[in-house]
């Protein structure tokens, strides 16, 4: 299976730019996602094949990389992403998740 | 607008068999994929299935013998069906239309 390695956690105050890692076991071409979950809640889908933004979602996130090296950015950071970031890739089947980012804002 | 919502028994007795049905509105089953993943309490997301809008079916290859995923499509819904049920299957359980609508989930106990 291809193993999605992140940072278990990062914390940045507002107004700062963040960014999260994740890097692929394998190559999973540009079929990476990122999702947002807050407690209690169900993932929302933030980008999509790597540096799509999905629609309503605002444009201070931003993806990046292919292969097996990716990046999710938050630029700027607001007290309201507080939560864990996920990556995902659909390349290779099984499809898998990373462990999860869990960002502090200060 | 699009809309999704698991369904299903809280508690499940070991070794027997769980079935979730997944009720969808706003979009069709045979334009759209339909996944299910899970998440056990405090821990990350584990895709299980999917179920293509084709119908054709995927499983994750560490459940696929246990694992049957189906429709209906007269109905928008979608099923899941896993036998031989231990605690480690207890989870949120998810459906998610594409990756991009997801349910609500539902909480899914493994215990006698």
């Known amino acids: 299976d291809t193993v999605l390695t992140q940072s278990p956690a990062l914390a940045v105050s507002p107004g700062e730019r963040v960014t999260i890692s994740c890097r692929a076991s394998?190559?999973?071409?540009?079929?990476m996602h990122w999702y947002q979950q807050k407690p209690g809640q169900q993932p929302t889908l933030l980008i999509y094949l790597a540096s799509n933004l999905e629609s309503g979602v605002p444009a201070r996130f931003s993806g990046s990389g292919s292969g097996t090296d990716f990046t999710l950015t938050i630029d700027p950071v607001e007290a309201d992403d507080t939560a864990t970031y996920y990556c995902q890739q659909s390349w290779n089947d099984p499809f898998t998740f990373g462990s999860g980012t869990k960002l502090e804002i200060k | 607008q699009v809309q999704l919502k698991e369904s299903g028994p809280g508690l499940v007795q070991p070794s027997q068999t769980l079935s979730l049905t997944c009720t969808v509105s706003g979009f069709s089953l045979t334009s759209n994929s339909v996944h299910w993943v899970r998440q056990p309490p405090g821990k990350g997301l584990e895709w299980v299935g999917a179920i293509w809008s084709g119908g054709s079916t995927d499983y994750n290859s560490a459940l696929k013998s246990r694992l049957s995923i189906s429709r209906d499509t007269s109905k928008s819904q979608v099923f899941l069906k896993m036998n031989s049920l231990q605690t480690e299957d207890t989870a949120i359980y998810f459906c998610t239309a594409n990756w991009g609508y997801w349910g609500q989930g539902v909480m899914v106990t493994v215990s006698s």
């Open positions: 394998e190559s999973v071409s540009t079929l």
